[in-house]
């Protein structure tokens, strides 16, 4: 505990961004108003947002999570040669079908989609039997303002199916729920925001070789890395049918995040056959950074999960109802891995987005029966209101971050001296029309940013509450009051300090 003591608590006193006058320049600042926790803070909804969301059809949902199934087994090891597509079977005709249905939405749009493939071979590993052709399919809605366009928001599906056995390529493998519901969400995201103009650029993904290691989004993740595209975040949709089945819950969808971010700390794996071990890695200044300043539920990729929850779920409660985003603090379930993680490993700001009660006879299976146990991922079991219902959390998350404002730049927290209030600054946004910056706080143990207090277009913000009691974060929010993601502040001043050196802190 006291090792806190020495970087925490230290600022200027002088500084005092909420005085107008000269005459309250002397006076100290009253506290701000606390207001009321959670959804309260989440500010006005967008009206065009809104009107994205109600766009969003069950109806082309259904259509097309059944279209993907008629295609029998969508294996990323199926058969793909022209033959193939001609016959309407296996994964390469699904991804030509894909294809096509994003250049429809494109014409629609009088063009307004760039239509793209990144293809290329996958060398033979433990689930690859040969080397394989894969092909991610994507669509790109350019963004309008040439700044903000380099920021990147991306939403994926993965279109491969499996059943029982990995090698299997003839037997049916429906793929209803995994994923031709996540498929369909990144598609029907398309469809409906291409209709729109945004400042910053949308991609929308789908791609193959999930059932096999991730290998299409780690090869799309990678690209993206080396070609220094800018992904400020990515939404993985990956088993989000909401099953029918009795003990489901349809009115919850689950949104995993990491907490440290997996480029500060990899765990290595231990050797298993055919494959040695890796050794885990440590950026040994940011996980001591993490660890000092109580920042294991602050990864970009968390307050993505968070902004989901407050900026999309509870601020468009008339469209949803009851149906609501719950965060998950984990990286993926148990036994489980998704395409969020190759983003992730790559750097960026990802997330995972699955049904709430996950049915195992309807994954991965083999359709039988056997005990009177029906197997099988059949679009029956599909609930299509509930995929509309995360299609429409996907589509005002990409819709919101992608018409705010960049986030704020180098945001600092004074830690000069042991001080009990707090002074934030922080440098501009670099792109997007700022029509606000906001200082939001939580709690210590609070999960959502419960407060906020508007600082107009100041760049600084001084506040009579102790930095060592509550997390804070600062945002840019345009004149409609879209927000861009929270930023953390970063202590200005000593870095963290191990504790032996702050004997004399007290
Ligand atoms: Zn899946």
Redo the contacts with the bound molecule.
């Keep these: 505990m006291t090792s806190s003591i020495t970087f925490f608590c230290l600022l200027l006193f002088t500084a005092c961004a909420t005085a107008q006058k000269p005459a309250e320049a002397q006076k100290r600042p009253s506290r701000p108003s606390r207001g009321e926790p959670g959804k309260n803070q989440s500010g006005p909804a967008d009206p065009e947002i809104a009107a994205i969301l109600k766009d969003v059809s069950p109806q082309r949902i259904q259509a097309t999570i059944e279209k993907l199934v008629s295609f029998g087994n969508r294996s990323t090891l199926s058969p793909q040669d022209d033959a193939a597509i001609a016959s309407g079977k296996g994964i390469g005709a699904a991804r030509e079908w894909i294809k096509s249905q994003f250049e429809q939405y494109s014409k629609d749009c009088g063009g307004c989609l760039e239509v793209k493939t990144d293809e290329f071979v996958q060398p033979p590993s433990r689930r690859v039997n040969t080397p394989t052709k894969l092909v991610n399919v994507y669509a790109v809605l350019k963004g309008t303002d040439p700044e903000a366009a380099k920021r990147i928001y991306v939403v994926s599906g993965?279109y491969d199916s499996r059943n029982n056995d990995n090698f299997n390529v003839t037997d049916p493998a429906p793929?209803a729920n995994?994923?031709a519901s996540?498929t369909s969400v990144s598609m029907e995201c398309a469809r409906v925001m291409s209709k729109h103009k945004f400042p910053a650029t949308v991609i929308f993904l789908t791609v193959p070789g999930?059932?096999q290691g991730l290998y299409g989004s780690k090869h799309f993740a990678e690209m993206a890395k080396e070609q220094g595209w800018h992904i400020d975040a990515m939404l993985n949709n990956?088993?989000v049918g909401g099953n029918k089945s009795p003990e489901q819950n349809p009115n919850i969808v689950r949104v995993f995040s990491e907490g440290i971010p997996t480029t500060v700390l990899t765990l290595g794996t231990p050797a298993s056959a055919g494959n040695p071990a890796t050794p885990g890695t440590a950026d040994a200044a940011k996980v001591r950074q993490i660890r000092m300043l109580g920042m294991e539920d602050d990864s970009p990729s968390r307050q993505l999960a968070r902004y989901m929850v407050q900026q999309v779920g509870q601020k468009y409660e008339a469209v949803f109802g009851p149906f609501h985003p719950q965060m998950i603090y984990r990286q993926d379930r148990f036994l489980r891995g998704?395409d969020h993680t190759s983003f992730n490993e790559a750097g960026f700001t990802a997330v995972r987005i699955t049904e709430y009660r996950e049915d195992f006879n309807r994954?991965h299976q083999t359709p039988r029966t056997e005990n009177g146990i029906e197997y099988g991922d059949w679009p029956k079991w599909v609930d299509f209101d509930y995929v509309a219902n995360v299609a429409r959390i996907n589509a005002g998350t990409l819709a919101s971050l992608a018409s705010a404002p960049a986030e704020p730049q180098n945001v600092r927290v004074e830690t000069q001296k042991l001080e009990n209030d707090t002074d934030l600054t922080w440098e501009a946004s670099p792109d997007g029309n700022v029509a606000e910056y906001q200082v939001l706080w939580r709690d210590t143990t609070s999960p959502t940013w419960d407060h906020v207090q508007s600082v107009g277009t100041e760049l600084k913000a001084h506040l009579d509450m102790s930095k060592d009691n509550v997390f804070f974060a600062v945002r840019a929010v345009d004149k409609k009051g879209n927000a861009s993601l929270p930023v953390v502040p970063l202590p200005q001043g000593p870095p963290p300090r191990p504790a032996a050196s702050t004997g004399g802190a007290k």
């Design positions: 993965h793929g995994d994923d996540g999930e059932e990956d088993i998704g994954q």
